[in-house]
């Protein structure tokens, strides 16, 4: 069991892009290459959050930020870790930070944990992508925070 009190969340820095990519890679089959992260990460427009057990990542959360706007680009819990409330964290940070902005999202429509976990945060489906996602080809459904 883990000690919830050694739990917080830090702005990533360039150190993190490799783990951040492992837990995205063991999370998601078309997970985005470590060049792709490290090509975001770069981006002007991108900020990265690493959850931190001790001195471990164990999650994170990336977002682009455009003018008044935040587009959740990534959200990963390290397998070990899911199921114990630990993507709260980032989600409650994300929110108590960006709270003036509207804060979007897509999701492929079969990832019912995700869908679940930006609901109870009063994210609400506002359309729908045909066909967005491939390998297997799937709708995305955008998602706002109400
Ligand atoms: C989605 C993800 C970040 C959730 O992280 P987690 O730390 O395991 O989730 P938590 O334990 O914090 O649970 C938060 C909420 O998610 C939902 N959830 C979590 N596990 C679930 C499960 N097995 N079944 C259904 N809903 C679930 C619930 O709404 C839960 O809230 P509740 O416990 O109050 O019911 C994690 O499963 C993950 O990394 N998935 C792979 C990457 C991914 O798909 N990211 C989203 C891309 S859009």
Redesign the pocket.
């Given at each position: 069991m883990i000690d919830f009190k050694k739990i917080h969340v830090k702005k990533s820095n360039s150190s993190h892009i490799n783990s951040i990519y492992l837990i995205s890679k063991s999370?998601?089959k078309n997970s985005w290459s470590i060049e792709s992260f490290n090509d975001d990460f770069n981006n002007i427009f991108s900020e990265y959050f690493s959850l931190m057990y001790e001195n471990k990542i164990i999650?994170f959360i990336s977002i682009w930020v455009i003018i008044d706007e935040v587009t959740i680009t990534?959200?990963?819990?390290h397998n070990e870790?899911?199921?114990?409330?630990?993507?709260?964290y980032l989600m409650d940070y994300l929110i108590n930070n960006y709270d003036n902005y509207t804060i979007l999202?897509e999701?492929?429509e079969s990832?019912?944990?995700?869908i679940?976990?930006y609901?109870?945060f009063k994210f609400k489906e506002i359309g729908r992508r045909n066909n967005y996602y491939k390998f297997p080809s799937e709708d995305a459904i955008i998602m706002k925070k109400f």
């Open positions: 999370n998601i999650g990534n959200i990963s819990i870790y899911k199921g114990i409330g630990l993507s709260n999202l999701v492929r990832n019912k944990i995700a679940n976990l609901k109870k």
